[in-house]
């Protein structure tokens, strides 16, 4: 992966992908709202950590061990869509309050949003599809070497992530004055909680 075209070709298509709402950044923009850009960006680093484990596990065959257990694989997913369903919940039982601009966000509130994004991520087989499906295209997995994957994937992945992800949840703080109301953020969590929803049908829909 060292010519240029390949590098930006990747680049660019990692963040198209990354640009599309989907699960994760849905729940970005929901928890940077209700949270601040603390919280937001802690989620984002869970995201970007799901990402980079799919991508670990694209580059080095795991995954091609992994479909040939056709049970594990479809109980993996069982198990994600499960997880979809339940942060779907809470997403549509969230309480809505007045956001208090300079309330301070606690540890436990954070860790919960990094986790929230790690497992919103490793619960989306799409993004295993996407590495699979674009890395040959930039490289050849048969040859693919730690030196490569440690300077040159691991740091685009994360700076094309990074990038993307804190457009998200800029718009979202910029957007935050206006959904201090409980009946805006009602609406825009629950349409997170249906997101979701739909992201955990679709999973189970595969597994059929």
């Known amino acids: 992966m060292s010519g240029t075209a390949q590098i930006f070709s990747y680049m660019a298509a990692l963040g198209l992908a990354a640009a599309i709402p989907g699960p994760g950044m849905t729940a970005l923009v929901a928890r940077s709202v209700s949270g601040g850009a603390i919280t937001g960006f802690t989620m984002l680093t869970g995201l970007i950590l799901g990402d980079l484990i799919y991508l670990s596990t694209a580059v080095f065959g795991l995954a091609v061990v992994a479909h040939s257990f056709t049970p594990l694989f479809t109980l993996i997913n069982w198990a994600a869509a499960l997880y979809l369903c339940?942060?779907?919940?809470?997403?549509?039982?969230?309480n809505p309050q007045a956001i208090d601009i300079d309330q301070r966000t606690s540890r436990k509130e954070l860790a919960s949003a990094w986790f929230s994004g790690?497992?919103?991520?490793?619960g989306n087989p799409k993004t295993m599809a996407f590495y699979l499906a674009i890395?040959?295209?930039?490289?050849?997995?048969?040859?693919?070497?730690?030196?490569?994957?440690?300077?040159?994937?691991?740091?685009?992945?994360?700076?094309?992530?990074?990038?993307v992800g804190a457009v998200f949840i800029l718009a979202a703080l910029r957007i935050r004055h206006l959904l201090t109301s409980a009946r805006a953020q009602k609406i825009l969590f629950r349409s997170a909680?249906?997101?979701?929803?739909?992201?955990?049908a679709g999973m189970v829909a595969k597994t059929l």
Do not use: C, E, Y
Not at 86 to 94: D, M, P, R, V
């Open 86 to 94: 339940w942060l779907a919940w809470q997403f549509w039982k969230h």
């Open 135 to 163: 890395l040959p295209l930039v490289m050849s997995l048969d040859n693919v070497s730690l030196r490569v994957w440690g300077t040159m994937l691991v740091p685009l992945t994360i700076l094309v992530l990074l990038a």
């Open 118 to 122: 790690l497992t919103i991520t490793l």
């Open 193 to 200: 909680g249906a997101i979701m929803l739909l992201a955990a």
